[in-house]
Nanobody, 123 residues
Framework: QVQLVESGGGLVQAGGSLRLSCVAS????????VGWFRQAPGEDREFVAT????????YYADSVKGRFTIFRDNAKNAVFLQMNSLKPEDTAIYYC????????????????WGQGTQVTVSS
């Protein structure tokens, strides 16, 4: 069983930066693929970024490519999402999720989810 806790959300002006953290319980986490997803009000949850356990496979949604960076510190059982050049359309609840397999972009393929952290970008 893996439990995930996100943090780092908040209110930021357009053009600003935030770093989200996803900290997990359980040593097995370091072998898991982790994905970040987001859900804006009235919208479906969408894929943002994913990273495999060894950092050898990373993939981003086109909407965040070049602005967001996903990375992990397995010694701390943590995965991070560095978000730069934020836009109002990045406003959403951000979730991290984990799966014991290779990277994937569809939320149904992830077994474990955090509770989410709110990111609000003002114009």
């Amino acid at each position: 069983q893996v439990q995930l806790v996100e943090s780092g959300g908040g209110l930021v002006q357009a053009g600003g930066s935030l770093r989200l953290s996803c900290v997990a319980s359980g040593r097995a986490f370091r072998r898991y693929t982790v994905g970040w997803f987001r859900q804006a009000p009235g919208e479906d949850r969408e894929f943002v970024a994913t990273i495999n356990w060894s950092d050898t496979s990373i993939y981003y949604a086109d909407s965040v490519k070049g602005r967001f960076t996903i990375f992990r510190d397995n010694a701390k059982n943590a995965v991070f999402l560095q978000m730069n050049s934020l836009k109002p359309e990045d406003t959403a609840i951000y979730y991290c999720a984990a799966r014991d397999a290779t990277i994937a972009t569809h939320e149904s393929l992830y077994n474990y989810w955090g509770q989410g952290t709110q990111v609000t970008v003002s114009s």
